[in-house]
């Protein structure tokens, strides 16, 4: 081990110490501040009704900075799969195979400063990447002037990662319209002219998120969406073949960038819903069986 993963390693230990220590603190001064008067407790330090918020977040940075530990020690974390990201690689085959684009959309509503557009650009990077290798093309309209700049940075930088630097085409990634509805009939008018073998909608999207999709659908292209809008999700789960639901979109950013940061932030989030999940069961259970409230203390 070189001096520098050494000392990292020593770090991350004295660190898990300390939150340790702390929470065997905190804990007695929680039962004392309940013990003590109501006029004592409102001028002290520790406010025993908070005891929930406080073991949350000590749960939640252990699960992180264990992660990260092992991240750092070389581990590599094994992510639950997610089908939608799993069929990208079926829908750039099946547009090669049929000799037709892909078309790329980041939505409507969302500007370069929005979390979901800069996790599409993170997966669009991907696809481009393998859309290179496999000579596909690739179509991405915009509404915005700012995301076609950077789209087509991205694009680019993909297509030299593959070797290919003679397949991107700056004409394919265009602006359309900022007009909501505008924007919806213009990429509709793209996919009946392309009939692209696969379509990605992934992004922020609002009122043409159905038109979009249906559209895609009778076209007979593979469709893959995700957005955290909950609104546009009902109707992305109906008409599209995948979708990514929520913070799936993220998550699937972090993953196809290989970044072990981003790979250690999911592994905590899936194991610390895991135990969400088994706290919910384990409480029902008590409740419904011996009357025993587990969280009870969380109403004080």
Known sequence: MSALNRRGFIYSRIAIAILICLVTALIPAAVLADASSSATAAAGWFHSSRIAELVGIVIAVLVLAIAALLVKRGKRLQLRSLPALDAVGDALGRATELGTPVLYSTGWGGDMGRPTTMASMGI???????????????????????????AQETVSQSALAAGRPDWYRA???????????????????????????????????????????????????????????????????VACDYTLIGEELFAASGIVAKDPAAAAAVWSQDWLKYLVLTLLIVGAALTATVGFNLFQWTAK
């Open 124 to 150: 669009l990077a991907e696809i481009a990447k393998r859309a290179a290798e496999y000579n596909c093309r690739l179509l991405f309209p915009s509404h915005d002037p700012l995301i076609v700049s950077v």
């Open 171 to 237: 004409d394919d990634i265009s602006f359309v319209s900022q007009s909501q509805l505008g924007y919806a009939a213009a990429v509709d008018g793209m996919m009946a002219r392309e009939h692209p073998g696969a379509v990605f909608l992934r992004g922020s999207f609002e009122g043409g998120a159905l038109i979009l999709a249906e559209t895609a659908h009778q076209t007979g292209a593979l469709t893959i969406a995700g957005t955290d809008s909950t609104i546009e999700l009902s109707f992305f789960l």
